[in-house]
């Protein structure tokens, strides 16, 4: 489909960045004909090593035989690279803008300061008896201290395992038992939209789960001052632990394929997996991608919207942009709070030249019209990028005209947590834009599009999206579960990376990213597993059976719409619908709320018992008319029976 307008690379744009539409294609050609010595170069440009690198890919993506390792005799430290590198040119320049909740809150970080932090915390930890390859468990708000904790386990070979400030003590405690983590690292409470989130409290109640015994230490900062528990012996204030270490801590040498971090993400089934990432390869990926797709240049401010517990708060907010020795805005509060302007008035304030942010909140934004951008400027703004679910082209064209005035190209970035960094985007100078399009391949990144059988498809066409080889940010393994690893990203389509989504490809190369093609939902860009909701909901004394179903939501992309069948002899009343909706919020959080609650008086089954989604899907949509074959299901009644119960909800 040529259906797109197109948007040409603007002449003033072109000149401040790295690259023109020849160098990116001469530079994607060297990419993937010779990787080894492509990324010998840009390992070496984007990393200091404490011992060089003498191997560069060692990669395989052969079933049963995964294995992933890039730059691997290579020695080096991420908090190194960070903070200390800069020092001596850029150490009073700063490195973390912070924008507090209440806008009349800030504070600024040099790289020295940071430093200094950094250091102080790294011993705190080590006091606390925290050594290289533990893991500490972040359950943080997004404050200065959580990007230092992060730099602080870098610092001395600690793994983190962030877990989202929003996720219940439920979710917590899991992420805590998978990962064996010994340290939590939280705060009193947190601040958004002029609330306070219970942290301590949380960790407390998964801390009180008989089934979390590994944790012997709770470090908590003091961000509100607000009321908690305490535990003698088990929790210390962060305050009092940085007030006796010292500012001195060497950087621990860490190889390549040393672990860095666990994040957590939800697949189509069983429990969310934890995503190993290594430090080589990692911060070569997310330093170089940082660079090239936000054409970073000296003096920018910077601001990615992401929270730290989000793959994009690690990349994108902290490592990517601190590798560069970039100034970077972390924000604790929501892009429309206290009012509709909120996102706008930060940009002016702090004179911000790039901005990261999601569709999502873009959409609620539109939704305001004029009021997010009333009374201020946006003049400081060059580059907006977008990330964490398809922009459809109406947000695309409102954030385009009304945030950035029709003067700044928008950098549509498609990748994962398992990604690591971005591997389809435009880069500004570069790439004509096609509103909705993550247009094109970032250097070293060949995808591919296939059909259910794994058959290449070639030319303007859709299929899944798979990626043909290793690029040096790719996830290594499930944390303490590699056959899960290989199960779920090279069994469906052997030899190659299965990224979950669908895609098309239009006739000038560019993708169009369609959305998952299994049980996995993307609400307001975070990424949920149905199964994971199904198996909330089951848990609930009163329900026998859940199954749930992505629907277009304008604003959050995606719905949850939760087809419940309870046990005989309850009542589905007003009462139980809100019971229901807070229980899933406690056994998960407040992003799985399902949208929609239907009774189902049964659910439709195959004769061996396997619900068909394909068919809820279409009831929830209201596409009836297109049910498709419904003559497998062992009771095909149940699907008049759904509509009806549909029809009554409305
Ligand atoms: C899924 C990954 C990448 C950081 C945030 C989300 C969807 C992400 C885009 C985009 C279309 C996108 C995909 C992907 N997605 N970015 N620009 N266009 N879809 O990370 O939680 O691991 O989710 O988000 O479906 O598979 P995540």
Redesign the pocket.
Known sequence: MSDSKIYPVKANIAQTTHLDNEQYLAMYQASVSDPETFWAEQGRKFVDWMKPFTKVKNTSFDPGHVSIKWFEDGQLNISANCIDRHLATRGDEVAIIWEGDDPNQDSKLTFKQLHQAVCRFANALKAQGVKKGDVVCLYMPMVPEAAIAMLACTRIGAVHSIVFGGFSPEALAGRIIDSNSQFVITSDEGLRGGRAVPLKANVDEALANPEVDCVKSVIVLKRTGGDIDWVDGRDFWWDELTAVASDDCAPEPMNAEDPLFILY??GSTGKPKGVLHTTGGYLVYAAMTFKYVFDYQDGDVYWCT?DVG???GHSYLVYGPLANGATTLLFEGVPNYPDASRMSQVCDKHQVSILYTAPTAIRALMAQGDAAVAGTKRTSLRIMG??????NPEAWEWYYRTIGDERCPIV????????GG?L?TPLPGATELKPGS?TRPFFGVQPALVDNLGNELEGATSGNLIIRDSWPGQMRSVYGDHERFEQTYFSTFPGVYT???GARRDEDGYFW?T??VDD?L?VS???MGTAEIESALVAHPKISEAAVVGVPHEIKGQGIYAYVTLNAGEEADAALHKEVKAWVRKEIGPIATPDILHWADALPKTRSGKIMRRILRKIATNETDSLGDTSTLADPSVVDRLIAEKSSLE
């Open positions: 993400t939800s992401a989000w793959i994009t977008s990330v964490g679910e398809p922009i549509d970035t498609w990748w994962q947590t398992e990604t971005i389809i993550a990224t979950g989504d990213i959305g998952r996995v993307n860009g975070h990424r």
